[in-house]
């Protein structure tokens, strides 16, 4: 059988939550994708696993609590219809702006982040230079275009506007979806 392996980086200030209280959270890491991992204290974890899903799950979660999600929420990526993604903000502005568009994707009183997770049903992790999003594929897929829309100055009230539309487009598809199983 095939054994994968790599390492991943992770700020120190994030291994203890990685790890969890009396090595609990690594513990489930483990024994819920199957892969064993060595964790040190300057934030390198290297990650072993023989299943290829495990390994990718057990990634994606490491991923998720590096940038900021609760083990809790990070565990949420077990299921095969949840996924992680993370937006580099610097790839899209100057160094000089990425305060100033994190500010606009956060809102006054946090109400913009809001927002996006309710309306969306998502989890939005939002630190240093990066928006990281958990949630359904395809509201994933969605959340970040709304805050790709922010990032290229689009007004919040025509990001929501758009959010709701697109809640709308995906409801009506997974009724149309659910009406053709259930007619079979």
Known sequence: ????????????????????????????????TGCEMIVRKDGAITLICEDTIGFLKAQNIIKAIANGFSPSTAFKLLNDFVTLEIIDISEYVPENAVKRIMGRI??????????????????????????????????????????????????????MKFMERRKRDIKSKTLDWRETIDGL
């Open 106 to 159: 956060i809102g006054k009183d946090g109400k913009m982040k809001k927002t996006i997770e309710e309306t969306l049903e998502v989890n939005l992790s939002i630190r240093d230079k990066s928006v990281a999003i958990i949630g359904d594929v395809e509201n994933v897929g969605v959340a970040r275009e709304a805050i790709m829309m922010l990032i290229d100055g689009s007004t919040h009230s025509t990001v």
């Open 1 to 32: 059988m095939y054994r994968h392996q790599t390492e991943i980086r992770v700020p120190e200030s994030r291994v203890g939550v990685i790890v969890g209280k009396d090595g609990e959270t690594k513990k489930e890491i483990e024994e819920k």
